[in-house]
């Protein structure tokens, strides 16, 4: 695989963990411990059944918890730190799939690329399971949260599979999430600014 289309899984992953932290991470384990992909010697680990046991306990964990509501809505806030460092995970263990790099350059290209790519998905969900649950009183959240695990599923089986496929879907998600992040500032700085309005009067 070139660095091109090691890039383009890292991206791909990264954008499944801004659905899901850990069950990008798990397929990726899973892809190397079967042998579809090859990571370099010192991701082999990887692959390994202690890091495939460890990340399809902690992925199922994560996908239950998401279907009750107080903790859904404090996943969320540990998860926005979490999902960049998931990205740049990916990315870093993907890009090694090229051959053997400078790991500052690895790191960098990973923070940049696989870190923001994984925060903008998981503002954009974040908001979007926040307005759906204050819409319909908390009972639209388990379906937001299906709809989430299956993206993350989706898009991280595309990425291994096909890479250059998943980068154009990528690039519709930080699209569609960088507006909706866009817009959810927008709309809060006009209600301060008409608050502040209304105080003066």
């Known amino acids: ?18 659905f899901r932290v ?5 397929a990726l384990s899973i892809a190397a411990h079967s042998g579809a992909i090859q990571l370099s010697p010192d991701w082999q680990w990887v692959g390994n059944y202690p890091a495939l046991i460890t990340l399809a306990i902690a992925a199922t964990i994560e996908v239950l918890a998401y279907f009750i509501p107080w ?89 291994i599979t096909v890479p250059i496929l998943a980068i154009f879907l990528v690039l519709f998600l930080i699209i569609y999430g960088g507006g909706k992040i866009l817009r959810f500032i927008s709309k809060r700085k006009r209600r301060r600014q008409m608050k502040a309005f209304l105080d003066e009067r």
């Open 1 to 18: 695989m070139n660095v091109l289309m090691a890039l383009c899984l890292g991206i791909g992953l990264s954008a499944a963990c801004g």
């Open 22 to 26: 850990f069950i990008p991470p798990l």
């Open 71 to 159: 903790v859904s809505n404090m996943l969320d806030s540990i998860e926005i730190a979490l999902a960049p460092m998931a990205g740049m995970f990916v990315t870093a263990s993907s890009l090694s799939i090229a051959g053997e790099f400078n790991p500052v350059i690895v790191w960098t290209v990973a923070a940049i690329t696989g870190g923001v790519t994984a925060e903008t998905v998981e503002v954009a969900t974040s908001m979007t399971r926040l307005v759906t649950s204050g819409a319909t009183g908390g009972m639209g959240g388990p379906i937001v949260s299906l709809l989430e695990v299956l993206s993350s599923i989706v898009l991280s089986i595309l990425a």
